[in-house]
């Protein structure tokens, strides 16, 4: 899939949900090792948030030399 | 006697496609013709997977089957397992020996294939920048999650330029990075569709770093892409379907997963409280004030066995003592005299107790229990 190291995706900060409710779980867990825990999990749903960036996006085009640009759907109603 | 022919049981004729039906049973019926004459035709449901495109009037055609008897018209008819473009028969078999090839290569193994990630940014698609494909997949893709940004690659998907220019798109998406691609074409000839049977195009999907869905065509259409690619959809709009998972659904989880986590936090909580209290409760028992109260209530326990203890000698001693008074009693010499005994003495006061303590005419005293008798000593005699 994605040859470079980016940030993680929502699947990974899912799999990453999964473990930290997973160490809420344990019977002894610190306090202080559950609020990390806890406020780590928050911060990951605020990513994962943020990763559905709710905006609309507009369709764009990949030109011949690489350059972006909005498409314009000739065939009207759709 | 047609049945036992063995000609009439495998042959392939030649000719033009005309009346042509496909039934809503999914069989078709068409009649075959040539400069000489006519025969119908009919592709029962069941044998559909040996025809690859839409058949149409006009088309010359290679049709293999059996020819029998419809005994209700009294005709004979040919019974269609196989039909073939003519013409493509040459195209047809390159493509039969590149799938061959191709699977021999093991391109087609599953174990190449990449799973499709549920949840996408950028989805790119390859395809015509005009038509049908391309609208559905923006539609759908819109429809399910408008926050997906689709990238198009404005590919020529027919012709002899096709192939090249889907290379470069498949290249230039993978390079930009998107997540899933859709690569295809609505639905066409077995020449329209030809781009996507290419080698180097196979090759370029197979090799896309990126997750490809092949997308050429109708249902009935597989071209060599379908094959390679990490996943097949039937038409454009069933790639989109395939490649956005709708947004509802992924907010639903995220929601979800925030109820859990805030569950399972509150829950820590509780427990760290449960343990807190009872560590309370344990604490007080170790308390100075804990252990003085428990000396205390020792003391006075011990105050009170004490007392108890005591007043049970004292009631004892009291009881023995009653009873020596009472053995007393028994002893004492008035108490004699109340029993009608009597206390003898000499004019000393010595208690006489024989005989020889006294003289005839000697005068002695008796205490009875009233007072005393003064009397005198008349005789006396001895027992012995």
Sequence with gaps: MGEKKKTPGLEENFARLEELIGKLEEEDISLEEAFQTYSEGMAVLKRCNVQIDRVEKQVLKLGEEGQLEEFEDGSEGI | MFAQDYLLRSLYIKGEVSNCKYHSSGHIYFTLKDAKGTINCVMFAGSRKGLSFRMSEGQQVIVGGTVDVYERDGKYQLYAREIFLDGNGQLYEEYERLK?????????????????????????????????????????????????????????????????SIVKGIR???????????????????????????????????????????????????????????????????????????????????????????????RVIERKREQMRHLELGLKAVSPAGRLRERKMMVITAEERIRERMNRVLQAKRHELAIYIEKMKGLSPLEKLNQGYSYVEDGDGNNIRSVEQVKVGQSIGIRVKDGQIQATVEKKKSLR
């Design chain 2, 100 to 164: 061959r090839e191709l699977r021999e290569q093991g391109m087609f193994a599953q174990e190449y294939k990449q799973p499709i990630p549920r949840y996408i940014r950028t989805l790119g698609v390859v395809t015509a920048e005009t038509g049908a494909a391309v609208r559905d997949v923006i539609r759908i893709a819109n429809r399910r999650n408008p926050y997906v940004q689709v990238i198009l690659y404005p590919a020529i998907v027919q012709g002899d330029a096709a192939a090249a």
């Design chain 2, 172 to 266: 230039a998406l993978e390079a930009l990075g998107v997540d899933v691609m859709i690569v295809g074409r609505g639905g066409g000839s077995i020449e329209d569709l030809w781009a996507f049977n290419d080698r180097e195009v196979a090759r370029v999907v197979f090799a896309c770093k990126v997750p490809v869905i092949s997308a050429v065509g109708h249902e009935t259409d597989t071209t060599i892409i379908d094959y390679v690619a990490d996943l097949r959809a039937s038409t454009p709009s069933a790639a989109a379907e395939l490649a956005v998972t709708d947004v509802r659904e992924i907010l639903g989880e995220v929601a979800a997963y925030q109820d859990t986590l805030e569950q399972f936090m509150e």
